[in-house]
């Protein structure tokens, strides 16, 4: 149980902080605009990857996810699978009524 | 106060252990949240046409505005951090009031937002709201709610991260010490995740 | 709880965990302690309390269905005393239960280390769990009455009533709050603050199924607190959620509910089936059958349980695709259950089996979960439960599960673990009698609800035709039984606590787990010096067992 | 088994039985063996313990075994469900109504009564309403539940089999007088539900209505 000493590495320096925002920002103003343009059922779905490649972001750098142990990345892994495999069980009701 | 500090003397810090904890902590925010997500789609499914409807109604400006605001809050957040692992008090003490007040931007805005809103007789039991279609009522219901929740955890955020600045500025957190500030700027964090996904969902669906 | 009851002796330099006072002197001691042990002490009164409140209401239950019509109480005081029976047991018994007493006190000392991981979120949550007790007390004697919901708070039925129905909504958040801490500090202590050498494979089976519980507590916990507090905005602010007479839909609160509070069945059961894993071996003098097919069934039971929530929804009409899913996961998560209870038979295979009382009540509960795993397949199978859904049958499948598994399971705890944590011994005889008094109440008591299940008697009535009249006479006269039972037991562990012959030696039962090799009661910090492990937790040294430590320990 | 007056029962006792026998197998093998072992392995008969680590065989062995039988279990539960759900084109409808605490039926020609008057023989499809909180309706001696929702209208369908009275019972936990919101399934020969449909007098159905005053 060392690896707390080794925790001083555990930084990022200040220009990635600022390419990634500008990153999300960028993909901000992508989402806004792709939202004028009716895609059918596909809105939805663009709109959420969009989110979700965001969210990738801020986990993976914001919340140092990319240099922190490996079961950190497990543990998140568990709880998104927990949210998907539910809402999916959810929807075998309601999407076959 | 117990056998507290007795115990203290005899626990060495673990940081990963901190950040274990927070992190567990926030699959628990992010499941509270879930369960709203539950609700909203399977009433989006079911209400497709009403939430279209209910939608147009809100500012995709001011939600636009706001996702910035929060993301670069995001932004201080996490440059506050890198300050400090360089040392740079005082300059961790400036982005962490940035954060604060992005946030507190932030709350301004929804403000005017929700208000806005009252004033159109768009509210819980409201005529104007309740003369609509079960669907609207459902939509503008979890609109308030779930944007509601989220305010709740800005202001949470902001007073946690006003603690922080009380710490770094007493030299609590240091250069070697700082897992407080790290495990309050993944809460912060969370809570810009979860409005990634609340933008899109409640001001984009055309 | 002073600590001059309780007969304390010094074991060595180091002060045992009763005399440590810190700062605080008597009361305050306790419910200012961060030390995981007393924590566990808070909570083993507090549950105690509660239990005794949830059997009298129980009681009065049954004493109340003894003939049809009006006995000793009205309609609405029978439905406010099941609610309130079911929230108390459920949320502050059966759920908090084994993590919270034995976990908090036993999860350090067994992995080798000296406290939880954050000793200070651990006392926090003993507080919101006494906050939210508090409060569902509260709601009791508020004006407006004690909800009357059920434990399961169906919408619309909650948005509706006049009853207190606000405050036992908050009081299960609160609680619900106060078990996410747990998990999340289970979770971390068993990641971070294992012994050396006490590697996954090396883990008691207690452990792993605390594991594999907090996991469900941290992911499962916060879908059923949102949903009530949603409820409670409904009826607070009439904001449009599930009332269907603003568009919303009932079932897909049944949905959030039962997502977690089908999970929540294996928070309840999960740690007892550990419990029952650590028993068996160490009365059997050999190690367990199967140790690696425990533990991952553990995980198993954890993962699926949390994907079967909607076999509680079978008659609300759902899709066919939903009936076919759910019925089928239903059916698989049977099978790690199965497993546990095929290899604790297989452990007793050539032992050396010592009938004391831990090992009874470790017994009784394999056949008692057996009855309730086995009624539960009735209900997976899709037409027979649309004939039980919400009878009788349900109601003792659950008491079997519940009461006869869990139930025991704590029982079976108390009686292994409550000299180690005190220092004293019970008497063993009147412990036995307990135990088969409990056994035969028990049954008396909830087998015939499966027979008039079956034929058609509904949950929750507060009278009933007369042709069920002979077995709920029947089960009354078993909850007669059942108390003295409880009784019996309760006077005997409490008795011994002051009366009990005093013991020293460290190793009671001759367990290989690492409780056994601390003092007894345990120091402060358990360990003196964080013990190197280097074997499994059952490694059993084949040594015949000796009469004459035995007898030192009656 | 208990009397059954429905097409529902075979099948639903049917699958009955099967989980009850092989539950009660399983149950005396394990009980048997625990009290077997208790008394063979004692430790006065039996004081040195033989460590046995496990046997992947034999975990392999009741882990398919169970698997197999549960997989026997489901499909008689599903198809026996099938039955159930799958309402025949021709059934005649009837309408049910579920409030606190009663229960209402419209038949097609608009008639209303407080017990269910039916046919036997024919298959019944019965549209269920709710005007207030969840019921269920439930006939114990149909094998038929099905749960009674408001903003949910639900269905469900039997042909009774034998003439004669049956409870209906409320299963879903309603308010104050739940367990009272009871009436009764009166199954008549075909000609006589006929005749009963055509007398508009109300006072025949007073006669017959059940507790739920």
């Known amino acids: ?97 | 106060m117990s056998s507290q500090e007795h115990a203290a003397a005899h626990v060495h810090r673990d940081d990963v252990g901190s950040r274990m904890g927070m992190w567990l902590f926030l699959f628990t925010e992010m499941l509270l949240f879930g369960g709203m997500f539950f609700l909203y789609s399977i009433y989006r499914y079911m209400n497709p046409e009403a939430f279209h409807v209910a939608a147009k109604e809100l500012n995709t400006l001011i939600g636009a505005f706001n996702t910035a605001i929060l993301l670069t809050s995001s932004l201080t957040m996490a440059l506050s951090i890198t300050a400090i692992q360089k040392n740079n008090k005082s300059l961790s003490l400036f982005f962490q009031f940035l954060t604060i007040l992005l946030a507190l931007g932030f709350m301004v805005n929804k403000y005017f937002e929700w208000t806005a809103k009252f004033h159109h007789g768009i509210y819980p039991g409201g005529e104007e709201l309740l003369s609509r279609s079960p669907g609207e009522v459902l939509f503008f219901g979890l609109y308030y709610v779930m944007t509601g929740l989220h305010g709740l955890h800005v202001v949470i955020g902001a007073v946690i991260i006003a603690v922080m600045m009380r710490f770094t500025a007493k030299g609590i957190i240091t250069q070697t010490n700082y897992v407080k500030l790290e495990t309050a700027g993944l809460y912060w964090h969370l809570v810009d995740i979860i409005w990634i996904f609340l933008f899109p969902l409640f001001y984009l669906i055309t | 709880m002073s600590n001059d009851a309780l007969a304390i002796k010094k074991n060595g330099s180091e002060p045992t965990y009763l005399e440590y006072d810190g700062k605080g002197r008597g009361i305050k001691s306790w419910i200012f302690s961060t030390d995981h042990k007393r924590i566990g002490i808070l909570y083993l009164v507090s549950l105690i309390t509660f239990f005794i409140v949830g059997v009298t209401f129980g009681f009065l239950m049954r004493l109340e269905l003894i003939a049809p019509g009006r006995t000793i109480m009205d309609a609405q005081t029978y439905n406010s005393i099941f609610t309130l029976h079911g929230v108390i047991m459920i949320f502050l018994f059966v759920i908090p239960g084994l993590p919270a007493v034995f976990g908090n006190f036993f999860l350090p000392i067994m992995i080798g280390a000296k406290d939880v991981a954050f000793p200070r979120i651990n006392l926090l949550s003993w507080w919101l769990f006494a906050f939210g007790g508090f409060l569902a007390v509260l709601s009791i004697l508020l004006p407006g009455g004690p909800a009357d919901t059920g434990w399961t708070f169906y919408v619309p039925y909650s948005v509706r009533t006049g009853t207190n129905v606000m405050l036992a909504l908050f009081a299960a958040f609160v609680l619900g709050f106060s078990s996410i801490l747990t998990g999340l500090n289970f979770v971390t202590t068993v990641h971070r603050l294992r012994a050396p050498g006490m590697s996954w494979f090396k883990l008691p089976l207690f452990i792993w199924s605390l594991y594999a519980t907090a996991w469900v507590q941290v992911l499962a916990t916060p879908i059923i607190g949102i949903t009530l507090l949603l409820v409670a905005v409904e009826r607070w602010l009439g904001v449009g959620l599930f009332d269907p007479a603003l568009g919303g839909d009932p079932v897909l609160y049944q949905h959030l509910f039962w997502i977690y509070s089908h999970p929540a069945v294996y928070i309840m059961i999960l740690p007892a089936m550990g419990v029952i894993s650590e028993i068996i071996p160490v009365f059997s003098r050999r190690t367990i059958f199967g140790y690696k097919f425990i533990a991952f069934s553990s995980i198993a039971i954890a993962l699926f349980g949390s994907l079967v929530w909607a076999h509680h929804m079978f008659t609300v009409g759902m899709s066919d695709t939903g009936q076919f899913i759910f019925s089928l996961l239903t059916f698989l998560v049977a099978i790690p259950s199965a497993i546990k209870v095929f290899n604790w038979t297989a452990t007793l295979y050539k032992g050396s089996i010592e009938l004391a009382p831990p090992m009874l009540f470790a017994l009784g509960f394999v056949f008692l979960f057996s009855i309730g795993g086995f009624t539960g397949l009735f209900q997976g199978t899709l037409s027979v439960n649309i004939q039980i859904h919400d009878t009788s049958f349900i109601v003792a499948h659950f008491h079997y599960v519940m009461f006869g598994g869990t139930g025991f399971g704590i029982f079976a705890a108390l009686h292994y673990w409550l000299p180690k944590m005190f220092g004293r011994m019970y008497n063993l005889k009147a412990a036995k009698t307990a135990f088969w008094i409990l056994l035969v109440g028990f049954n008396t008591l909830f087998f015939p609800m499966f027979i008039m299940g079956w034929l058609g008697m509904p949950r929750r009535y507060y009278d009933y035709l007369p042709e069920y009249h002979i077995y709920h006479l029947i089960s009354t006269i078993g909850s007669w039984i059942l108390i003295i039972g409880l009784t019996i037991m309760f006077t005997n562990l409490i008795r011994s606590l002051r009366r009990g012959k005093v013991i020293q030696e460290k190793n009671i039962w001759g367990g290989e787990t690492l409780e056994w090799s601390v003092d007894t009661p345990p120091i402060l910090e358990n360990f003196v010096d964080i013990p190197t492990v280097t074997e499994s937790p059952y490694e059993y040294k084949m040594n015949e067992y000796s009469e004459t430590e035995k007898e030192e320990v009656k | 088994m208990f009397e059954g007056a429905s097409n529902f029962v075979h099948s639903v006792d049917t699958a009955f039985l099967i989980v009850l026998v092989i539950s009660v197998a399983f149950l005396v093998l394990i009980t048997f063996l625990m009290i077997f072992f208790v008394i063979k392995y004692s430790r006065k008969k039996n004081p040195k313990a033989e460590n046995i680590h496990g046997n992947v065989p034999l975990e392999i062995a009741w882990t398919v075994i169970p698997t197999i039988l549960v997989l026997v279990m489901f499909w008689f539960g599903w198809t026996g469900y099938k039955e159930m759900s799958e309402i025949p084109e021709d059934a005649y409808v009837i309408d049910v109504t579920g409030q606190m605490w009663q229960w209402k039926f419209k038949y097609e020609n608009n008639f209303e009564s407080d017990s269910l008057f039916v046919p036997v023989n024919k298959p019944i499809k019965l549209r269920l309403h709710s005007l207030d909180v969840n019921h269920a309706f439930f006939v114990p001696a149909f094998r038929v539940k099905k749960d009674v929702l408001p903003n949910r209208n639900n269905v469900t369908w039997f042909t009774a089999t034998e003439t004669g009275e049956f409870e209906i019972l409320c299963a879903e936990y309603c308010g104050m007088n739940h367990s009272y919101m009871l009436s009764k399934v009166i199954v008549l020969p075909e000609y006589e539900f006929n005749e009963w449909l055509k007398k508009d007098s109300s006072s025949s159905i007073s006669t017959l209505s059940s507790a739920s005053e």
């Open chain 1, 1 to 97: 149980m060392d690896d707390s000493k080794s925790h001083v590495e555990h930084s990022h320096g200040y220009g990635i902080y600022i390419l990634v925002w500008m990153a999300l920002m960028t993909l901000t103003a992508i989402t806004v605009a792709v939202a004028g343009i009716n895609f059918g059922a596909l809105t939805i779905t663009t709109a959420l990857v969009i989110a979700a490649i965001k969210s990738y972001l801020v986990l993976q750098i914001f919340m140092h996810l990319r240099i922190e142990q490996k079961v950190f990345r497990i543990f998140v892994f568990v709880a998104v699978l927990f949210f998907v495999i539910t809402i999916v069980l959810l929807f075998t009701d309601y999407s076959f009524m």
